[in-house]
């Protein structure tokens, strides 16, 4: 059982270049979620989706786009990066049942744009 | 909006002592829960404890339990026998209780755990 996967572990990019981090989950969970962590600071919400087709807006979502055509994955997408978005990245999971469902996390994408 | 504030970026303690750390936030809503996340060097996040509001009772998990102060918004970390594995970064956060998980993390606290 895999859990959350992202990809890739880290990525250096150019100012104004656009790369798309890749998430998937293989738990069947209908709630996706993307945060941010800077340094030295907690983890901040991006995007979230809950269910294919459905994707809202976090706290931080400037600069970001995020699709949800699967149940699978959900990919965030920088278009022009900016060095304000260097950063590690985390996608989580939880499949939205009852109450109180888990949240899964991935181990993070570090992104640094230079 | 709601806010989580941790006022101790870095703490120490002794292996097989005690440390508490601290938490407090801001939230008119009364159905919520709060959650203790560590955070290794390795960057995994790992739940510790949750607290759900409505529930009175301190959350305990082995040698972790919580301090639950509804009405002073205060939710503290406490942690018995510290071990050399416990050190990592500490997130203190919080969730609306319906709908998705939308947590609001504080910003951490780095704890030592000195042999």
Redesign the interface.
């Known amino acids: 059982n895999a859990g959350v996967t992202q990809t890739p572990k880290f990525r250096i990019l150019k100012i104004g270049q656009s790369m798309t981090l890749q998430c998937t989950q293989d738990m069947n969970h209908n ?1 996706m ?1 993307w ?1 941010r962590q800077d340094p ?6 991006i995007y ?1 989706s ?1 269910g294919a087709g459905i994707t809202d807006k ?2 931080v979502p400037n600069g970001y786009n995020v699709s949800r055509s699967t149940t699978e994955d959900f990919p965030l997408r920088l278009e022009l990066a900016a060095p304000s978005q260097t950063s ?1 990245y ?1 996608c ?1 999971s ?1 499949s ?1 049942q009852g ?5 899964h ?1 991935g ?2 994408t ?1 992104l640094t744009v230079t | 909006a709601q806010t989580v504030t941790q006022s101790q970026p870095e703490m120490s303690v002794q292996e097989a002592e005690t440390v508490t750390l601290s938490c407090t936030y801001d939230t008119s809503e009364s159905d919520y829960y709060l959650f203790w996340y560590k955070q290794p060097p390795s960057r995994q996040m790992i739940l510790v404890i949750r607290q759900e509001a409505y529930k009175q009772q301190n959350a305990t998990e082995n040698r972790f339990s919580v301090n639950f102060q509804k009405a002073a918004k205060s939710f503290s970390l406490k942690i018995s026998d510290s071990q050399l594995g416990d050190a990592a970064m500490y997130f203190c956060a919080y969730r609306r209780g319906q709908g998705a998980q939308k947590l609001v993390f504080g910003q951490g606290t780095r704890l030592t755990i000195n042999p």
Do not use: H, I, T
Request: a positive charge; zero cysteines; proline letters at 4%.
């Open positions: 709630y979620y945060y030295g600071m907690g983890l901040k919400l979230y809950v976090g706290e590690v985390f989580a939880s939205g109450r109180y469902s888990p949240l996390f181990n993070g570090r």
